[in-house]
């Protein structure tokens, strides 16, 4: 690896951050969090439930890790791996935003179920009916226990009295405990029935457990295609619109092996004005955020050329490790709603190919801000009932950006398809004058990159990440505070 891609990967791991922003968690039942799901109905994914819920198809999360033991994700994590060196296919050790994961893989495959709804439902398997007068109060108070560690100690307040008297009621009035097919509960993802890969790192360098943030992110995308991805989430950017020459063998694997991959484009109040990497890199398919009203979000969404589509940013909701639910902001909300819907245009069309879906969804969505491609925009906000049942127009592929070429053009000289998850000793990196922003990278000759990452625009850009982490757990911590009071 060459000086430019220590310095480059350096800042670019300093300045890759989370793309969210975790709130306060309003004392609030279930279905009241499904209830917040406003773009459930707006977008048309009830709609395009009629036609299919994901089924068949994988989506790979590559964030902080994924707490499979939430309820709404029970049976969605089929597999995982952690790559910053320091987890076991869960959250890295020691990460400050370990909830952001498990946000992030609710909005595109939540199964819609809350740990009361969970835990009662789980007890079919329980012949509570059988269980003597001290075994039914030993039972009762280890299921109050188990409230307790989801809620806390005041755990009555979120739950519904009604219901848990209705059910400590079985014991005299038995009636067969199931879950519904589709329980009006707890928040559900945009593609219910697909399931969900979990990649974590670690966004921190030097890591003290392995690669850096440009190595871990080239093996993160490389893993999710070898192990089934259809559709990669990125909620994760930069403040730079270059990328590490080391990625374009990682992405060039997910397109060469038609798998697509949605990232976020940022968020500005992360100090991230223009559209960073990855979503920058063609062919990735990049997400905007606007709040209810569709008017782009003037804390949670960069803006550049390369945005493809809007989808809500704010207000989200989203789960948290340990079975509840939290509100919280950000494009790393708006990408993990299109992934979902890319799963369910593609469920829908099998016979489709990953830039066919991504030009389904753009070609049938909602118009807004310029004709045309708008900055802020893209194609417009996502319409998931036209995108999966609607008539979209034929799909151009000469039209259509793809790596391949600009790795051709660019770096000047084609780089060869390849299942490898090597990257090459020699990497070098597309680079710019200091601090002077561009749409896109210009010709670079290969391993002949410039040092413009100086330690000055390095430890600011560590700031920035240390920042943007930092707010994320004290809006948790402060959360967390306003629950117990």
Known sequence: MTAGSRALGAGLAAGLGLSGAILAAPAAHADEWRDQQYWLEDYGITEAWETTR?????????????????????????????????????????????EHGTLVASLAVGRGTSAEASAVAGLVDEDIQELDDDEWEDWWEDFETSLEDIYGEDWQDDVD???????????????????????????????????????????????????????????????????????????LGSGFQEWPEAWDEAFLHAENNDVLVVAASGNRASGHLSVGAPATIPGVLAVAGVDQARSISADSSSQGIAIGIAAASEPL???????????????????????????????AHPELSAQEVKHRM???????????????????????????????PAFDASQSSTLAEWVRVHRRGEVEETDTNEIPEDAGVVAGP????????????????????????VGAAAL??????????????????????
């Open 161 to 235: 009295a009604e219901a848990l008297a209705e059910f400590e009621q079985t014991r005299t009035a038995p009636r067969e405990l199931t879950q519904d097919d589709d329980p009006d509960d707890g928040v559900v993802g945009v593609a219910p029935e697909a399931s969900l890969l979990s990649v974590s790192l670690l966004l921190q360098d030097p890591n003290p457990y392995g690669g850096g943030t440009e190595e871990q992110i080239a093996e993160a995308v490389i893993w999710a295609v070898d192990n089934g991805a259809d559709i990669i989430n990125m909620s």
């Open 464 to 485: 920035l990440v240390v920042a943007v982490l930092s707010m994320a757990a004290i809006h948790l911590h402060r959360a967390r505070r306003r629950d117990r009071s």
């Open 317 to 347: 909701v989203g789960a948290m490790p340990g079975g509840g639910y939290i509100q919280w902001n950000g494009t790393s909300g708006a990408s993990p709603i299109v992934a979902g819907a890319a799963a369910l245009v593609w469920a």
């Open 434 to 457: 200091e601090g002077e922003p561009r749409a896109m990278p210009e010709a670079a000759q290969p391993g002949t990159a410039q040092d413009w990452a100086g330690p000055a625009a």
């Open 54 to 98: 994901g089924e068949g198809k994988t989506i790979a999360v590559i964030d902080t890790g994924v707490d499979s033991s939430h309820p709404t994700l029970s049976g969605a994590v089929v597999g995982g791996t952690d790559v910053s060196g320091a987890g076991d296919g869960g959250a890295p050790v020691d990460q400050v935003a370990t």
């Open 362 to 392: 753009l070609s049938t969505a909602d118009s807004e801000g310029a004709d045309g491609v708008d900055s802020e925009y893209g194609h417009g906000v996502l319409d998931v009932a036209e995108a999966v049942a609607g008539d979209a």
